[in-house]
């Protein structure tokens, strides 16, 4: 069976090797640019395999053919694609970001893992490096509420978790400097000061 990975979240955000996949599919929002573009690496054996008769725009023997071309591509956004990746080749190129989103999750993740105040609920060998999240005082509403609050009021803005789990949820996506994580650590522990 073919192996079909979405790595909307970490793509170009780590070295991975893309020769064991069928598929990789990657909304390019997260890491790689704006919302508009979306990267398709495909084994051309499996586009050929498709259905004939899939409608040609549902096909990515079309897109192939086509060189990507059968859509009016989203131009401004591939130039915005463009410039993504002359800033990672400017930050040492893949190695150097991924370099840097280690030093960024294993910062947030030491804040967490060094108090009981915070707590994560993934075993550390699943840990995302792009999505991290936590419960704030064991999860009591109110104090995670107001850790939200005042987050907000400190410009870390959208770390709220989702809305049916809960928590708290801070992206560190490739464009989050490691200035931004410190910081967000600093609040942190600043919080639990007053808090714990």
């Known amino acids: 069976m073919p192996l079909v990975a979405d790595m909307s979240s ?3 955000s780590r070295r991975e090797s893309v020769q064991k996949f069928g598929l990789v599919f990657g909304g390019a929002q997260k890491n790689l640019g704006p919302s508009g573009v979306t990267v398709v690496i495909v084994r051309r054996d499996l586009a050929e395999r498709a259905d004939k008769n899939l409608p040609s725009l549902l096909q990515y023997r079309t897109e192939i053919k086509e060189n990507s071309l059968y859509h009016t591509p989203p131009t401004f956004s591939i130039y915005i694609v463009g410039l993504v ?18 030093a960024k ?23 995302s ?6 419960r704030v005082a064991g999860g009591d509403e109110a104090i995670e509420k107001q850790f939200v609050k005042e987050a907000e009021a400190a410009g870390f803005a959208g770390i709220k978790g989702h809305r049916s789990v809960g928590g708290m949820r801070v992206s560190l996506y490739n464009a989050v400097t490691l200035e931004g994580v410190t ?14």
């Open 129 to 134: 490096k792009m999505n991290a999240v936590f």
């Open 85 to 102: 990746l002359e800033w990672v080749d400017a930050q040492g190129g893949v190695e150097g970001i991924e370099k840097l989103n280690d």
């Open 105 to 127: 999750a294993k910062a947030l993740y030491d804040a967490i893992d060094s108090t009981k105040f915070y707590t994560c609920p993934v075993e550390p060998a699943s840990r």
């Open 183 to 196: 910081g967000l650590v600093s609040f942190m522990r600043e919080f639990e000061k007053q808090r714990g």
């Open 10 to 12: 970490d793509l170009l």
